[in-house]
């Protein structure tokens, strides 16, 4: 017993720099990138655009368009809401069986699926369990890249995955288009289910770096059982809940991707009431996501090539042009005019998807890092939650999109001022560290040094 606890602190010293290093020269990370990109092109390129499914849910199910929005808005809020319960199970069985786990989830929800006959039923499956499964396989993917990454080069790979979900949002539309017209909505849903069925063969790659430590976890055993863990879930959650930079940037993503979320449910909709016919309302949508993919890599480039730029004030700056964008586009006549504005709020969406992940490792760290994205997503998907059917409603009532889009205008404006009230907080407290530690001297004695404040 003895011999255990005295070698144990150097086991994990020397496990810890081993890992270390393996995550700067192994090979299998860009296996790991390579597939963890193709799962976020699926696991976020279609919950994202189930809009393009939702005339035919209104027409088989002749419902209203608060209750068809209920479905996308349930996906992509569960795919945030089961983040943290998702992080506990990454953290618990590693990335690699959670992915795969979640993607079995997700293939069994959209199977399930095509015997849907209420929007109800879609909620279930479509919305709750496939909807896990798109948060279980989101969390895996990251985790996996955070892992194999760090410092500059973590936050090109994690702007990387970001690229991932825009080329899904551009390329699955056009799919799920031909796949309605060729077998109907239905037969559509069938066909994804089986296309998301290999991410599991995607996640067989990722083998987790924070499960290699067999031997090191073995011989801590014993103290484990006596005393609790520091890396533990609460302490993660305390941390979190007293950082006030985080909290702020919590309050303006809620304010930004459920607002913009809301407005691309009843785009292609908005964009039919303009006078536009549904292939063209498409092709405007995917101008849209192209200027969300390309503006998507953002924040990484400007982290990397300009090392002073806050990463807060970058979706500042993307939240006030979509919101500008949001306002103008009830006014907007002509097909350019109405392409301009679309690229816009795409650029606005892109930066903003791009900060959940980005931002968060760089407010947090990579310790707390799994739990403040799974705290960051919950929020989200309780707020997209809710914003689709609220935008739904306010259309119905008012008969227009004009008012709604007003809102939505508002909302982003609100979000813009949040993002630089954390980057101030964020350069206040910099600067009180920078003050601490300039305040630290180190006085040299005859054995060692002491440090006086």
Request: contains cysteine.
């Amino acid at each position: 017993m003895t011999s255990h606890t005295t070698c144990c602190p150097d086991c994990s010293s020397s496990d810890q720099e081993a890992q270390t290093n393996k995550k700067k020269s192994s090979p299998r990370r860009w296996f790991v990138l390579t597939s963890c990109y193709f799962v976020m092109f699926l696991s976020t390129g279609f919950p994202f655009n189930i809009l393009i499914l939702n005339p035919e849910f209104l027409r088989t199910f002749e419902s209203n368009k608060a209750e068809t929005a209920l479905i996308q808005s349930i996906t992509t809020g569960m795919l945030r809401i089961a983040g943290t319960f998702c992080w506990k199970a990454v953290a618990r069985y590693g990335p690699r069986m959670t992915g795969i786990a979640g993607s079995l989830l997700v293939t069994l929800g959209l199977v399930f699926s095509f015997f849907a006959q209420s929007i109800p039923h879609l909620i279930v499956t479509l919305g709750l369990v496939s909807g896990i499964g798109f948060s279980a396989t989101f969390i895996s993917a990251v985790t996996s890249v955070g892992e194999y990454f760090e410092g500059k080069s973590q936050l090109m790979a994690l702007s990387f995955l970001t690229f991932g979900s825009g080329c899904g949002g551009i390329l699955i539309p056009f799919l799920l288009h031909f796949l309605i017209e060729e077998f109907g909505w239905r037969g559509c849903l069938l066909v994804i289910g089986g296309l998301m069925a290999n991410m599991t063969c995607f996640f067989a790659v990722c083998k987790p770096l924070s499960i290699q430590q067999t031997k090191a976890n073995q011989l801590k055993k014993v103290d484990s059982e006596t005393k609790p863990s520091e890396q533990g879930f609460t302490k993660s959650l305390r941390s979190l809940i007293t950082n006030k930079v985080y909290i702020a940037h919590v309050v303006a993503m809620c304010c930004t991707l459920p607002v913009i979320s809301s407005s691309l449910i009843f785009i292609i909709d908005f964009l039919t009431t303009k006078g536009f016919d549904s292939e063209t309302a498409i092709l405007m949508y995917l101008y849209l996501q192209i200027g969300s993919t390309l503006c998507g890599v953002v924040p990484g480039l400007c982290k990397r090539y300009i090392p002073h730029t806050s990463v807060l004030i970058i979706p500042a700056c993307f939240t006030i042009i979509g919101s500008v964008a949001t306002a103008l586009l009830p006014h907007a006549e002509t097909y350019i005019q109405c392409v301009v504005l679309l690229v816009c709020l795409g650029m606005t969406l892109g930066v903003s998807v791009t900060t959940v992940s980005v931002t968060t490792v760089k407010i947090v760290g990579l310790q707390d890092y799994s739990a403040g994205l799974g705290v960051l997503m919950t929020m989200l998907g309780i707020s997209g939650s809710i914003s689709g059917p609220i935008a739904g409603f306010f259309v119905d009532l008012t008969g227009s999109y004009r008012k709604p889009f007003y809102g939505m205008s508002a909302g982003l404006g609100l979000a813009a001022g949040l993002f630089v009230l954390a980057a101030v907080l964020k350069r206040k407290s910099n600067n009180n560290h920078s003050d601490h530690v300039s305040d630290i001297t180190v006085v040299e004695g005859a054995d060692n040094p002491t440090f006086s404040i």
